[in-house]
């Protein structure tokens, strides 16, 4: 699992993660007036857990004792990584700014690096450390668009405790995947987890569209529901937890901080929203952070050291 190869097939292959999350904000910024969130978040995971539970069938059929043993694992997994962190999100959006959420969610790097170091006994070395107060400086630089002035301005609504709660759940799932060892592979995992999420989402999900105020589900709210599944679903979550199992939580945490950064691309791109100085003088701090604090600690001892 861990061979050189798959090291730096993980390092490059976790630049795609936040832009597949990325993908979901789109969404997110859409989805009032066409779905609800527990709606859009039961579509999303309901599809991604029916599609990978067919491609890892023979996976799941093979180690039904280890998930009839286990159950209580993937309900926790999948409260935490689909229910907190998907309909939760969309619920705080409704109240908050996007730059409230890149700023609280800019903490979910640290957070995991320093409890997975604390907890699980994860190594992090002076790179990775250098790497994490690198990219944090850089995303921090693009969130108060290069005033530094104005973190003193931030006012905090009740849209942004869903979202700081939310990147606690986001931080325990990412730890928890990594403490409650697994027979599984990620796709199978992640099918089990999502099978876990389903019972809140499906209650929640009735629960809105009870609601006279329910907006109709119709093709723009499946189409919705389709991507949501497939992009920021079952592609982001498979590659973030095959990466954590060759990287290590912290290290594969980092890449979240690339969220801003892609976001204020897509927005230029897909929405016609403004680029400034400030994106590239962040995006010089956050790249190769990025790169450092993903970097395996002892990546370059495996590599260049000469045999005993």
Not at 11 to 36: D, E, F, H, K, Q
Not at 145 to 167: A, C, H, K, P, Y
Not at 180 to 192: E, I, Q, T
């Amino acid at each position: 699992m861990r061979s050189n190869a798959n090291i730096r097939l993980a390092m490059w292959s976790i630049w795609l993660i936040p832009l597949m999350w990325t993908v979901n904000n789109l969404l997110a910024r859409m989805a009032p007036g066409v779905v609800g969130p527990y709606t859009l978040g039961f579509m999303r995971w309901g599809l991604a857990g029916v599609l990978l539970s067919w491609l890892v069938r023979d996976e799941l059929r093979r180690e039904w004792r280890h998930l009839v043993q286990n159950w209580y694992q993937y309900l926790v997994l999948g409260f935490l990584g689909m229910v907190a962190c998907g309909a939760w999100v969309y619920i705080g959006g409704r109240t908050t700014s996007a730059t409230n959420i890149a700023l609280i969610y800019s903490a979910a790097p640290a957070l995991i690096a320093v409890s997975s170091a604390a907890w699980l006994r994860e190594r992090m070395g002076g790179l990775q450390w250098t790497g994490l107060v690198l990219a944090l400086a850089g995303v921090l630089h693009v969130i108060v668009q290069g005033n530094w002035m104005s973190l003193s301005e931030f006012r905090f609504v009740e849209g942004d405790l869903w979202i700081l709660t939310s990147v606690v759940c986001w931080a325990l799932y990412a730890l928890l995947l990594e403490a409650w060892r697994s027979p599984l592979g990620a796709a199978a995992r992640l099918a089990a987890a999502a099978w876990g999420a389903l019972p809140v989402l499906a209650a929640g999900a009735v629960w809105e569209m009870s609601s006279p105020f329910a907006p109709a589900i119709g093709t723009e709210a499946l189409l919705m529901g389709l991507t949501a599944a497939l992009v920021p679903g079952l592609m982001a979550f498979s590659l973030y937890g095959w990466s954590q199992q060759v990287l290590g939580a912290s290290k594969v945490a980092a890449t979240l901080y690339l969220g801003p950064l892609y976001g204020a691309v897509a927005g230029w791109w897909l929405l016609g929203e403004s680029l400034g100085w400030y994106h590239l003088w962040g995006g010089m701090l956050l790249l190769p952070g990025v790169y450092l604090a993903s970097r395996p600690v002892a990546f370059s001892r495996k590599v260049n050291a000469a045999p005993p």
